[in-house]
């Protein structure tokens, strides 16, 4: 609370409520809208300030970068669509998870964004940068169950949190950019089960 | 050999030796070529005549359509570069196919052409469908190395050999399109190991 309130702090971009939060949350959305439609290279502070509103001084004040925006407005997107479940149980955490992503990536708009990224990432070394630090901070922020689960006993002490989730998200993501094979919660929970051996069919 | 040769019959295209073969040979590879160059939706009969140096018309006698052609040719790369190793030992087997898979995805000719159909496939049904007939077929040879296993009692018998397939090539595929960590031999012994425990972290 004492600190100033730097460029680039998160709480202070973050503070809910207000016309400050209701801002950042327009400029997110319109980060994504730009992507999906015209791709990361097109995508530029004074589109975004336009398509959300603002003057593009505001978007220089919060934001250093495209990469550091798009980052962030990825975070912020998945955070809401894909949220990190806590609920005591390693097994229903993993399904509440991995069910959210199915939902997500079947969805017009998670899927676009998606293919958006992972086509325009194999040409542009800079939205490659974004992703990595969007996917490093998701991997980090997932990875808390599997740490939890640790801690309760459910996994072996020495459990890779993050290639743990790299095993639960990866076959889903095989179906949608790769082998086109369908998917839905059926095969998510298949996925869980072969993660958490001996455990039973059922929720914990 | 009495049964007449009809037009898409891999016995009368994929015969050894000869001029045939040869003609084949650099059909496949110019289709391959014209797609990293130009995507998918340019890509015509003429096209690939021209660059492999053949009538359009035997094409014409050859391949029903491009998904056909396409479907083949990723086939037969796959099949040169990737090839389903047959040791004996489920463990070996695996390893051998991941590393395999980790040096195509990481030379700039495989992950060109990876690339390209994971674009092209959000945009166009048509190679989506031709991706899927190569992947599912590329599955089915693979997982013969998983029933294998099942015959040798190294695996138990209800396994899925296609599900396994996709838990072992799943994480390859996240870190190249995704995540864009970085892939080695020994991120794909940490996979193999994932999914063969109890075996040590040695041969078999």
């Given at each position: 609370?004492?600190?100033?309130?730097?460029?680039?702090?998160?709480?202070?971009?973050?503070?809910?409520?207000g016309?400050?939060?209701?801002?950042?949350?327009?400029?997110?959305?319109?980060?994504?809208?730009?992507?999906?439609?015209?791709?990361?290279?097109?995508?530029?502070?004074?589109?975004?300030?336009?398509?959300?509103?603002?003057h593009?001084?505001?978007?220089?004040r919060?934001?250093?970068?495209?990469?550091?925006?798009?980052?962030?407005?990825?975070?912020?997107?998945s955070?809401?669509?894909?949220?990190?479940?806590?609920?005591?149980?390693?097994?229903?955490?993993?399904?509440?998870?991995?069910?959210?992503?199915?939902?997500?990536?079947?969805?017009?708009?998670?899927?676009?964004?998606?293919?958006?990224?992972?086509?325009?990432?194999?040409?542009?070394?800079?939205?490659?940068?974004?992703?990595?630090?969007?996917?490093s901070?998701?991997?980090?922020?997932?990875?808390a169950?599997?740490?939890?689960?640790?801690a309760?006993?459910?996994?072996?002490?020495?459990?890779?949190?993050?290639?743990?989730?790299?095993?639960?998200?990866?076959?889903?993501?095989?179906?949608?950019?790769?082998?086109?094979?369908?998917?839905?919660?059926?095969?998510?929970?298949?996925?869980?089960?072969a993660?958490?051996?001996?455990s039973?069919?059922?929720?914990?």
């Amino acid at each position: 609370m004492g600190a100033p309130a730097r460029r680039g702090d998160p709480q202070r971009r973050m503070r809910p409520g207000g016309r400050s939060a209701r801002v950042n949350e327009a400029v997110l959305a319109a980060v994504l809208d730009e992507i999906v439609e015209s791709g990361y290279s097109k995508l530029s502070f004074e589109r975004v300030a336009g398509r959300a509103g603002v003057h593009k001084a505001t978007l220089y004040r919060r934001w250093a970068n495209k990469e550091e925006l798009v980052a962030e407005a990825l975070l912020a997107r998945s955070a809401s669509a894909v949220p990190v479940p806590d609920t005591g149980s390693l097994r229903e955490d993993l399904r509440r998870l991995a069910h959210a992503i199915v939902a997500h990536i079947s969805s017009p708009s998670g899927q676009a964004l998606l293919r958006t990224l992972v086509s325009d990432a194999g040409r542009d070394p800079e939205i490659a940068m974004a992703g990595r630090t969007f996917w490093s901070e998701r991997f980090a922020r997932a990875g808390a169950i599997v740490e939890r689960g640790v801690a309760r006993g459910e996994l072996p002490p020495d459990t890779d949190a993050a290639f743990f989730i790299e095993r639960l998200i990866s076959p889903l993501f095989l179906r949608l950019l790769v082998t086109a094979e369908p998917i839905d919660t059926a095969y998510a929970d298949r996925i869980v089960d072969a993660l958490c051996p001996g455990s039973g069919a059922g929720p914990d």
